[in-house]
């Protein structure tokens, strides 16, 4: 059974750029966790989304951020304008229950804003 | 808002020894409370989770407990070996079907001496 799958694992853009980020969660997992975790520091929980739905974005800052799991593929996280604020590792993890299980994270996407 | 905070954030001990990390919460809905460890470079991993009906849970040389009046949970392990070496992230969490979001701690960068 594959874990959780993200990529790119590294991600490179310019001040400007959009970044796109991807992940799978675990065969028969249908909720996803977006974090961000800044260099030596802890995770910040970003988004909680369903398939088609987005449960809580209470984390996501207000511009530039959205976030999607669709009824077919991967759930994406999208950061549009890039800064160089936003150069940091992009976890995402997996349940199977919705705030009632573990939670399962992904490798990370490690996004560098040059 | 929702805060938790851990404690020590550096920790060095020798083989053998035993290590304990503590976290304290605020949010008193909080009823799930796992750890996880990190390598370097490498995703955060579930070592061990408590749930708020349990006061202690022991798995082999990893055990928890919680204390939910005073807010407070530790991290314990005993017989620390050099492969322990790692961050160790706590966190507090609701179960509930409106949000799995967990809060996590600052992390605690465990040393481990041969």
């Known amino acids: 059974n594959a874990g959780v799958m993200q990529n790119p694992r590294h991600l490179v853009r310019r001040r400007g750029q959009e970044a796109r980020l991807r992940c799978s969660p675990m065969?028969?997992?249908?909720?996803v966790y977006w974090y961000r975790q800044l260099p030596e520091e802890g995770l910040k929980f970003m988004v909680y989304l369903q398939k088609e739905n987005i449960i809580d974005e209470s984390g996501m800052p207000k511009e530039r951020f959205s976030a999607e799991f669709p009824k077919e593929g991967p759930s994406i996280l999208r950061i549009q304008q890039v800064v160089r604020g936003d150069s940091a590792a992009y976890f995402c993890a997996s349940s199977p229950v919705g705030g009632e299980d573990e939670q399962y994270f992904g490798p990370g996407t490690r996004l560098t804003v040059t | 808002g929702e805060n938790v905070e851990q404690h020590p954030s550096t920790l060095s001990v020798q083989e053998g020894d035993s290590a304990v990390i503590k976290c304290t919460y605020s949010d008193s809905a909080s009823n799930y409370f796992p750890w996880y460890k990190q390598e370097l470079g490498k995703r955060p991993q579930l070592i061990i989770d408590?749930?708020?009906?349990?006061g202690e849970k022991k798995d082999q040389r990893i055990a928890v407990t919680l204390n939910k009046t005073a807010k407070h949970f530790s991290l314990h392990i005993t017989e620390t070996q050099p492969e322990d070496s790692a961050v160790y992230f706590c966190a507090a969490g609701v179960t509930a079907s409106n949000t799995g979001k967990l809060i996590f701690g600052q992390g605690t960068t465990l040393q481990v001496k041969p």
């Open positions: 065969k028969g997992h249908s909720h």
């Open positions: 408590i749930r708020s009906n349990v």
